[in-house]
Every structure is written in structure tokens, then in C-alpha cells.
């Protein structure tokens, strides 16, 4: 049975990890894995056809823990304990819920001092006890007809005594125990949002704020990366600060280049194959080279850049947009892009508008028939994607679906979402009609 530290407002853990809010759905996964002697049972609930509507879940079955992760930023938003005798908590170091120790309202008065009065929430039978940053369930059997005891304020039932509900008079052994336990950011669980990325989430990393593709006539140059790190400086209750930077990173640039502007990369990958290469013109007369095209994986930013085997200088960048239900998921952050894609006046001809030429913002949230309706033929046919692994031949989330608009490739889930974007050098579109 896990034993673990309760802290309002922020995290729940022990001496060797914690779950923190804010902290990105990688990081949580990452102590699952390192866990997997104690921790069983993990199931990961999200909605296939509306990712970005539905809450992301971690659900730990066997210790009756929810972890819920907005579904956008894919940050930590809520711990939710819902199975209080699966897990030993403890708050400020003393345990108010063990096998011996009840989380009564008693007990929790005890161990976290005076609050607001509760809210009686009379259609559930449910006494919701509120602290900023943590809330806590009480069922409330319907022969105490807890009704009499409350009043009207502003909408809600809440205690006509100063002490709520520990006022009143259980049988013993009857007193309401806590069904659920909450924490979270700020004062209303309804109102809750994902916190920042903590500083104690960073690890030395560099994460991406936002990244500006670069174009010219339609043509891309180049990425410009918003990035957080963390400071030299220490700010408030002694965290070091973050510290905001802008590069700029364009086709061309050499390893040490890209090295200087973004730092080491998480990963160098070579490339063994490339299985799309027969949809180049020529490709049978292709012969196999000697020396491999590499990338630096960048999996806390969403980015892969490539390396010309020979030349060491960038020829492609690839935007991941971590979506679940994707063979890629949970391998990268999600890419915060902004790609500005010139709409032709023929093509608003077509869509009935009667604006000049103008910029159509694509982001890692677009659909791609709204994509689709700006930038292509009615006619164009997309290249099918089927990846699978060595050791597992068979890939559970079906196909996706490759389209060529101009110097880009389209990664497209089934679900109208986009996976990956990929920007390669005009000059070698020939080359490079993988989207690896």
C-alpha cells in the first residue's frame, strides 16, 4: 500500500517522487514506469475523437488515484484520491488515513485546523469540505436528514453551526469518512486550470513556449523557438526563476549551430530506411548510400530537425502535436506551433470571400478539413502511413494519412487532428518527401 505525503495546492508523493500539479503527462508516466514493482493496474482513458475536449486520465486502479491532466496543455490539473482505503496520506508528516486511522470529519478537522463552513450538496447526499487547494467527499446517509441542520446562503446549503457538520451528533462508528480527496490549484475545484510548468519539473530541459514557422512567399525559412529555461537568479520562496530565450534556427544551419542555439539534444537518431522513398521520382535507380541522414530529437520541445548525411546542415524540421491515439504519443511535448500559410485570392473565390491574399494561421489545434478547404485541390490523394515496431508488427492505432501542400507534409490522424508537420528545403523536395 503506498504511503504518501499530502500537500494542498500542489503535490502528492513520498521521499523518492511525487506527483506535481503543473507537471507535463511525460513526467508522470516516466515515475509510473520506475514504479512498476508497486504501482500496477494503470489505465489511460482519453477521448479518441475529441482529445482536446475530453480531460486526459492516468487512472492507478489498485491505489485508487486518478491523475487528470488538461487535455491542451497536457499538464497535471487535479489529484484525485477516490478509493481511500487503497492508500496510507499523511498531511505535514502525521497520517489521517491508514487502516487504523478513519478520515472522519473529526479526523480531518484535526489534522488540517478551521476552514470555510462545507457545502451540502442535498442530490447527491454529499458534504463537500473545501481548504484552497484541497477538498474532501463525505457521503451522508439520508436517516440523519442533515437537511434541518442547513441553511440557504447564496444558492447553497452550508452549516447553521460554526463547526458544520462535527457539530452534529453520529452513532458511533457512524460519522461520515471522506469518499473522495482533491487537489488542486486554487480555490474552486470547478474553476481549477493547470498551474504553470513548475521549475522543479525542469530538469535542466529547455521547454518550448511557442514556435513561429518562418515563411516567405509561401516558402519556410526557418523556426523561431520561445523557450523557457530555468534562471540563474532565485525569486520567491527561494525557486529559481524562469528565464525566457529566443532562437532562431533555419535550414542550412550546422549541427554546431543548431547545438548553440537550443542545446544538446535529448536524442541523436540515424536514419536505417527510409520506407516512403518509393514515392520519389526515380527511386529505382536510388542507390543505397553509405552514410545515413541523422536527426536531433528534441522531446521536450516537440521537435526533430535533420541532418544531411554529408553536409551536417539542416534540410528538414518536424512539429509533433502529441496527440493520444497516436503511434507517437507521450514520446514528445506537444509542439505549440504557428505556421502562416498564404490563402490565394483564387482560393477565396472559391470559399465566396472577397478579402486579398491573406495569412491562414495553422496550430497544433487545427482540423484538417479546415486546412484542407484553404490550401488543397479538391482532388488530392493523401499517402497512407502504417508504422509498427520489430518487435510488434501490428499498430493498434491504425493509419495516418500524408499530405503534400507546397514545402510541407501533413501528418493526419483519422480523427481530422493533425500528428506531425514536416518543413523541408525547397531546393530538396525532391529528397525528401519521407515524413519520417
Known sequence: MLDLEVVPER??????????????????????????????????????????????????????????????????????????????????????????????IEQIDQSFGATHPGVYISEKQLFVLNFRGLSFDFPIDSKFEIDKYMSHVNGCLIPKYAHGLGSLQFPNGASPTVSRMCIYSGNSLQETKAPPLPVSCFHGNCFLDCLEVLREHNTTLGLKFLLVTEGNGTGKLLDPRKRPIERIVRFGDSCQDVISALGCPSKVFYKSEDKMKIHSPEAHKRVRSRSADFFYNYFTMG?????????????????????????????????????????????????HSLMDDSDFIVTAYSRWNDVQSSLLKADERPVILNRSSSTNTSNPF???????????????????????????????????????
Not at 500539479?21 to 509510473?32: S, T
Not at 488538461?70 to 499523511?90: F, T
Not at 518536424?318 to 514520446?331: A, D, E, K, Q, S
Request: glycine letters at 4%.
Open 11 to 104: 503535490s502528492l508523493g513520498n521521499e523518492q517522487w511525487e506527483f506535481v500539479l503543473g507537471m507535463p503527462f511525460y513526467q508522470a508516466v516516466n515515475i509510473l514506469k520506475r514504479q512498476d514493482r508497486i504501482i500496477k493496474g494503470i489505465q489511460v482513458w482519453y477521448s479518441d475523437q475529441n482529445p482536446l475536449q475530453m480531460d486526459l486520465v492516468l487512472n492507478l486502479s489498485h491505489d485508487g488515484i486518478k491523475l487528470i491532466f488538461d487535455p491542451v496543455s497536457q499538464r497535471l490539473k487535479i489529484i484525485e484520491v477516490n478509493n481511500m482505503s487503497k492508500v496510507k496520506l499523511k498531511y505535514c508528516g502525521v497520517h489521517f488515513n491508514t487502516a487504523q486511522v478513519r478520515p472522519t
Open 303 to 351: 521537435v526533430d530537425l535533420l541532418f544531411d548525411a554529408n553536409s551536417y546542415l539542416v534540410k528538414k524540421f518536424i512539429l509533433h502535436t502529441n496527440f493520444p491515439g497516436h503511434y507517437n504519443f507521450n514520446m514528445y511535448c506537444r509542439c505549440e506551433f504557428k505556421l502562416p500559410v498564404m490563402v490565394s485570392r483564387e482560393k477565396q473565390q472559391q470559399q
Open 398 to 436: 491504425g493509419s495516418t494519412f500524408c499530405y503534400g501542400v507546397q514545402d510541407m507534409i501533413f501528418e493526419v490522424m483519422q480523427n481530422q487532428h493533425i500528428a506531425s508537420l514536416t518543413l523541408y528545403k525547397p531546393s530538396a523536395a525532391r529528397e525528401t518527401l519521407s515524413a519520417s
